[in-house]
């Protein structure tokens, strides 16, 4: 295969990965891809809604990290659990609490993705150190994100999904990373 042939199926294929995301304001209104602030990311083949983190101390910026607690297994506050901009209770439940306050995107409903509903962000054809589109998610760290799925028989682990290599690992709740929410969408968008 030359060279240009397998630049531009490239370039077909990685663009594919796009072609259905749209830009979301804070106020929940779909914006031109070319808008350079937004709040979400609609994906309107799975038709969920993403949080888009930034770059801005605060609740949602993307140096943030937390340990995963769902209220009754995890870990709350933890040794890890000090690395939010509110410095206690750093865990998955209190963030989901926190956005979902908020209003973000005027939704109520965020949560933490599945782990197959988080690895349809990967992108493995783009340029950028994280696996993903960063003209749609700036700020992504190229390193693990939680997922709301448990290890089966074993409540201490759950799945993270590593935007570094791809696919998926398991860790101790115990232990923080970073976080990205979702919500599923009402409508199909076509």
Same mark, same amino acid.
């Given at each position: 295969?030359?060279?240009?042939?397998?630049?531009?199926?490239?370039?077909?294929? %990685?663009?594919?990965?796009?072609?259905?995301?749209?830009? /979301?304001?804070?106020? %929940?209104?779909?914006?031109?891809?070319?808008?350079?602030?937004?709040? &979400?990311?609609?994906?309107?083949?799975?038709?969920?809604?993403?949080?888009?983190?930034?770059?801005?101390?605060?609740?949602?910026?993307?140096?943030?990290?937390?340990?995963?607690?769902?209220?009754?297994?995890?870990?709350?506050?933890? !040794?890890?659990? $000090?690395?939010?901009?509110?410095?206690?209770?750093?865990?998955?439940?209190?963030?989901? $609490?926190?956005?979902?306050?908020?209003?973000? &995107?005027?939704?109520?409903?965020? $949560?933490?993705?599945?782990?197959?509903?988080?690895?349809?962000?990967?992108?493995?054809?783009?340029?950028?150190?994280?696996?993903?589109? /960063?003209?749609?998610?700036?700020?992504?760290?190229? !390193?693990?994100?939680?997922?709301?799925?448990?290890?089966?028989?074993?409540?201490?682990?759950?799945?993270? /999904?590593?935007?570094?290599?791809?696919?998926? /690992?398991?860790?101790?709740?115990?232990? !923080?990373?970073?976080?990205?929410?979702? $919500?599923?969408?009402?409508?199909?968008?076509?």
């Amino acid at each position: 295969m030359n060279k240009v042939f397998s630049f531009a199926l490239m370039l077909l294929i %990685g663009g594919a990965a796009s072609a259905d995301l749209f830009k /979301v304001s804070k106020k %929940g209104e779909t914006l031109e891809s070319d808008k350079t602030k937004w709040a &979400c990311v609609l994906d309107g083949d799975s038709n969920l809604y993403w949080e888009v983190k930034s770059a801005k101390e605060g609740l949602q910026y993307a140096h943030n990290t937390y340990t995963w607690f769902d209220g009754e297994s995890g870990e709350e506050d933890g !040794d890890y659990s $000090r690395h939010c901009y509110w410095a206690e209770n750093c865990n998955t439940l209190a963030y989901v $609490r926190a956005i979902n306050m908020e209003s973000l &995107c005027s939704f109520t409903d965020w $949560r933490l993705p599945s782990v197959d509903e988080l690895k349809t962000l990967v992108d493995y054809y783009g340029d950028a150190d994280a696996l993903i589109d /960063v003209a749609f998610f700036p700020n992504t760290q190229a !390193d693990t994100y939680w997922t709301s799925t448990t290890v089966e028989n074993n409540e201490f682990v759950a799945y993270e /999904v590593p935007f570094s290599y791809g696919g998926s /690992v398991a860790r101790d709740k115990y232990f !923080d990373t970073y976080i990205r929410l979702v $919500r599923s969408g009402a409508e199909q968008v076509d």
